[in-house]
């Protein structure tokens, strides 16, 4: 996303962009740390385990007390089925069991908005239902 929004903002002549009271073509950053990304595929070191990847990926996301990323990585874990797989590397994973790693990774920063592409399946579209409707309960 921070690759596309970039060239939006930067390819844009006319008109304007605005969400939630932000300029996006003013401000594009702040547009930026209000999204979630959920990414079609990404690649993985071979050997990290989905709780060290998570968390290291909070770390970019600005999470940097240890305690309270630990809560928001397991939070996230288990809200997408993937806690009792977490010290296993997600390359092992299968292409649901990674979707769902995508997901948590697009929540970390409890983003305002969420993007994602369109090609998924009508059942990781139900449990992402079901994880926003859950997810907009703890608000």
Do not use: W
């Not at 288990?78 to 010290?87: E, P």
């Amino acid at each position: 996303m921070a690759q596309g929004s970039r060239h939006l903002c930067e390819n844009a002549d006319a008109g304007s962009i605005t969400f939630d009271g932000i300029d996006v073509l003013k401000n594009p950053n702040e547009l930026r740390h209000r999204l979630g990304y959920l990414p079609q595929g990404f690649g993985v070191y071979p050997r990290i385990s989905a709780i060290d990847l998570l968390d290291h990926l909070a770390i970019l996301n600005g999470l940097v007390n240890k305690k309270e990323r630990l809560e928001v990585v397991l939070g996230l874990l288990a809200q997408t089925n993937l806690y009792q797989h977490r010290t296993k590397a997600v390359s092992g994973f299968s292409g649901g069991m990674r979707q769902r790693f995508g997901i948590a990774q697009a929540l970390l920063g409890d983003p305002d908005l969420l993007i994602y592409p369109s090609p998924f399946k009508m059942q990781v579209l139900i449990r992402l239902k079901n994880i926003f409707t859950a997810l907009l309960n703890l608000k």
